[in-house]
């Protein structure tokens, strides 16, 4: 279930999509089984039961050509919810790696609704935008 908001803006009044922890955008396999193959618990050599090869080979790809727009979306949150006064984003060093460390499994669909939540989008790849 995805639910729908209507935006509270004046000039927006848009409904939007709230997607959850299990959805990434344009992505046809759940968000936990783009993690293990991100994070190397499912490759290539795991067998039938899996994405193929070019699937798993392209996400890690998309992984890396997103890294820093990821974690500028992360500040970007981190300043809305806190603003730079208390130090916390240079004090912490990447906000991804932190989620990382801290949300094992389900980090990559924390960092993808907090992300379409603040209103930004990750890109697909350079010929996509």
Known sequence: MINRLQCTNVGCRKLHRQLTDRMIKFKQYTAEVIEDVIDGVISEEDGLKNPCDGSMKHWRWWFLYNKK???GHLQSAEYRLHGFDN?????MGSLLDKIREDISPGWLGKVCRIINNIG???????EYG
Request: positive net charge; without cysteine.
């Open 120 to 126: 930004g989008a990750l890109r697909l790849s350079p």
């Open 87 to 91: 130090g916390s984003v240079k004090r």
């Open 69 to 71: 727009q990821i974690e």
